[in-house]
């Protein structure tokens, strides 16, 4: 039995191992000019951990917009193995987060309950408990009452992932999830994503760091409008495929 430390960081069952994604043919872009990304095909495995590399303006992060849902492919397919999208979990870049929002750590956190409680049912003693453990699992139980406006890149970062810790997603999406933040926190948060691996979630990170690439994700889609490569790491990242990715993307923009 696979086992997520997501409940207050006890360990309780997963049910159901991560699904597997299928994309097939997809051509991706923003109703302007050429698409962002052509005729890609891609299987994620149930249960696999995959890295999205690729130039600036490759489309990585577009990719992950069509598998959230929030673009809809201009062609092609995308098939989330009978997956609900709104059970998904999406770690999006920390641009796209809005600090105004007058909430603290712990409501920001809590949110990741939703899809199990619904926003408007009140967090109980139980799921306060678990809000409290996720916050501790990042690092930052004692920034719960800390309005999210006053906190760090590092510290928004932990608390995004404490909220997908929360959510128990069986699919895991994370655009750029150590940008910006030191070497310390990145190595605490690639723990947490081995744990989701481990209990046999799909993960997928667009991510620009080769090395922490190859260190830590067994599979790769390296890709520069269209797809270069796919498969495990140390054959998709090598000079070659990496000069063909340069090259595709410069005749791309
Ligand atoms: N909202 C948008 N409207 C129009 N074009 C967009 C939009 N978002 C991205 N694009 C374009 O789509 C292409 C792919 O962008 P995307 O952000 O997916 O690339 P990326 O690989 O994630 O890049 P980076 O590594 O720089 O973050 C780029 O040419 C970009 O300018």
Not at 106 to 125: N, Y
Not at 135 to 149: C, E, F, M, Q
């Amino acid at each position: 039995m696979m086992m997520s430390p997501a409940a207050g960081g006890r360990l309780s069952p997963i049910s159901v191992p991560g699904p597997q994604v299928v994309c097939t043919d997809l051509t991706l872009g923003y109703g302007s000019g050429r698409p962002a990304v052509e005729g890609v095909s891609l299987t994620l495995a149930s249960g696999s951990l995959t890295a999205i590399a690729g130039p600036n303006g490759a489309g990585k992060s577009t990719l992950l917009k069509a598998l959230t849902g929030q673009l809809t492919p201009e062609a092609g397919r995308i098939d989330l193995g009978g997956l609900d999208r709104r059970a998904l979990g999406y770690l999006p870049q920390q641009t796209e987060i809005d600090r105004s929002f007058p909430i603290c750590v712990a409501e920001m956190a809590a949110m990741g309950l939703w899809q199990r409680l619904g926003p408007f049912r009140a967090i109980g003693r139980r799921q306060g408990a678990a809000v409290l453990q996720a916050l501790a699992t990042v690092g930052i139980a004692d920034l719960a009452d800390r309005p999210i406006a006053a906190l760090s890149g590092g510290q928004m970062q932990r608390l995004l992932f404490a909220r997908l810790l929360l959510q128990d997603a069986r699919l895991i999406l994370l655009d750029e999830p150590f940008a910006a933040i030191d070497e310390a926190t990145a190595a605490e948060l690639i723990g947490v994503i081995r744990g989701w691996h481990e209990e046999g979630r799909t993960v997928l990170a667009v991510l620009h760091d080769l090395d922490a690439i190859r260190a830590h994700f067994p599979d790769c889609l390296l890709i520069a409008g269209r797809m270069i490569a796919a498969g495990p790491t140390h054959r998709v990242l090598t000079a070659e495929t990496l000069g063909r990715a340069r090259l595709a993307q410069a005749r791309h923009s």
